[in-house]
T-cell receptor, first 114, second 115 residues
């Protein structure tokens, strides 16, 4: 079975500051990795995904994430955040073989202060 | 392109009552998912359909929850009878071909409150 741990439940940062949201996963088989964003009263929107190839993945809205296989991590970063980035962020994994279902972490609430 | 449609957006019921949620996936998407998101937690998969067949329902509480996807398009999720712990947002998602790891698109969800 797979599991995802998001190490911070809440992250407050000031506008234009850099941010890192941490994600670690556990799996006995190879997985794909994802970051989703959820704005208030909205569904989830894909930010970026790692399937294979370069371990540095760039996504929408200036976000990027780095896959580290040895540390089983997939941390999300943005060099300069905006008020509009205030949202809940979810890390997720899915196994490469078989039915593709997403297993989510518990989420990190990112709050941007002016 | 229209997104995943869900209704209703909000529902309040008393415990032991029944409730049903509806989902219309993106046209042409073969795979449909129902997730339960309890406040403060990440979404948890309840059931996954491939066309009108069930791929995974291992975490569906089958004594009270049921789901169907007739004709491989729309889907309904039912809870009967509801318990207080069923209060959550129920998210529907669809994807074109998960074996190719195409993106799963999520609806806005139905927020259920059981009192």
């Amino acid at each position: 079975a797979q599991s995802v741990t998001q190490l911070d439940s809440q992250v407050p940062v000031f506008e234009e500051a850099p941010v890192e949201l941490r994600c670690n996963y556990s799996s006995s088989v190879s997985v794909y990795l994802f970051w989703y964003v959820q704005y208030p009263n909205q569904g989830l929107q894909l930010l970026l995904k790692y399937l294979s190839g370069s371990t540095l993945v760039k996504g929408i809205n200036g976000f990027e994430a780095e896959f580290n296989k040895s540390q089983t991590s997939f941390h999300l970063r943005k060099p300069s955040v905006h008020i509009s980035d205030t949202a809940e962020y979810f890390c997720a994994v899915s196994v490469i073989q078989g039915a593709q279902k997403l297993v989510f972490g518990q989420g990190t609430r990112l709050t941007i202060n002016p | 392109e229209a997104g995943v449609a869900q209704s209703p957006r909000y529902k309040i019921i008393e415990k032991r009552q029944s409730v049903a949620f509806w989902c219309n996936p993106i046209s042409g998407h073969a795979t449909l998912y129902w997730y339960q998101q309890i406040l403060g937690q990440g979404p948890k998969l309840l059931i996954q359909f491939q066309n009108n067949g069930v791929v995974d329902d291992s975490q569906l509480p089958k004594d009270r929850f049921s789901a169907e996807r007739l004709k491989g398009v729309d889907s309904t999720l039912k809870i009967q009878p509801a318990k207080l712990e069923d209060s959550a947002v129920y998210l529907c998602a669809s994807s074109l071909d998960p074996s190719q790891n195409t993106e799963a698109f999520f609806g806005q969800g139905t927020r259920l409150t059981v009192v």
